[in-house]
């Protein structure tokens, strides 16, 4: 598990461009002595550690555990966007690094809780902290100080909720300081101005936000060999497309009729027992080329 790793930055529009770009011209861009960091990337030392958090917990680029000098490489992900929408434009991309977050229950503990085992739809702040210190006490033995928790929220909602609507008026018009995550609509501000007023809610996606061919890259992988799922453990199951893109029943059966309509999966309807069947042999890698491949035509 790990809490605050990001520094309590989160991702601003350019700053994945920014790293996976140096990254792929430097494996050694985050340790080099001879070179700082914080003046090729033109941030401040805090926002640099972030950075190379965010970098691996989005699934772009991995550093080997097991060497003691930790070069960061691309990932095969890593690897596909930077070759097909390096400055991280299309709404599919970020549904492939919002996936990557919310599945990383390692790197990014506090994602994954809260799109996979938090339960309230409607929320504020405290109902999170008092839900997760209970998650992380039953789960691990080590201690996480309250305040990351609370830092490790604020992220969260900073990243999927526009801050004009956090902070209107304090938020200039012409400012960049949004997370491009916040395009998914995954998090809305219900009501209230400011601290424990506030009440968030978990929104399904609008239709079209999704992708299909990106749905179902994720979709294979994480069932992984499987092509016959049934649909309840799509829509209820730990770590899938359900809980991932907080899809409810009816949001949920609108994308697989999407998915149908294209010949990409057959939904099987029997006593009880809905399912779906995949009708591409291809992996991940293979479905997320097609999706860019799309976007150009080809």
């Not at 506030?198 to 092509?227: H, Q, T």
């Amino acid at each position: 598990m790990k809490f605050r790793a990001h520094e309590t930055f989160f991702i601003r529009k350019g700053w994945l461009f920014k790293g996976l770009k140096n990254v792929v011209a430097d494996s050694s861009l985050f340790i080099r002595k001879d070179k700082n960091p914080v003046d090729t990337l033109g941030l401040g030392s805090n926002m640099v550690k972030s950075l190379r958090y965010w970098l691996q917990a989005t699934g772009l680029t991995e550093e080997d555990s097991k060497k003691r000098i930790k070069d960061q490489h691309p990932t095969e992900l890593g690897k596909i966007i930077f070759e097909n929408d390096r400055y991280f434009e299309e709404i599919g991309t970020l549904c492939l690094i919002h996936y990557k977050l919310a599945s990383n229950k390692d790197s990014a503990t506090s994602w994954f809780y809260f799109f996979n085992e938090f339960r309230l739809t409607e929320f504020q702040k405290e109902d999170f902290s008092l839900a997760i210190q209970n998650y992380v006490q039953m789960n691990d033995s080590s201690q996480v100080a309250q305040s990351s928790l609370d830092d490790d929220f604020n992220c969260i909602i900073n990243s999927y909720v526009l801050r004009k609507k956090l902070n209107p008026t304090r938020v200039n018009p012409e400012s960049n300081i949004e997370c491009p995550l916040d395009e998914l609509g995954l998090v809305e501000l219900v009501t209230g101005s400011k601290g424990k007023d506030r009440v968030f809610k978990k929104v399904p996606p609008k239709k079209g936000v999704i992708p299909p061919l990106i749905l179902l890259a994720v979709l294979r992988e994480i069932n992984r060999d499987k092509n016959e799922i049934r649909i309840s453990d799509l829509l209820n199951g730990s770590g899938n497309i359900g809980k991932i893109f907080n899809l409810d029943v009816v949001s949920l059966y609108r994308e697989l009729e999407i998915l149908s309509k294209k010949e990409l999966i057959d939904i099987i309807r029997t006593a009880g027992l809905d399912l779906i069947k995949i009708k591409t042999d291809k992996d991940f890698y293979g479905l997320v080329r097609d999706y860019y491949a799309s976007l150009n035509g080809k």
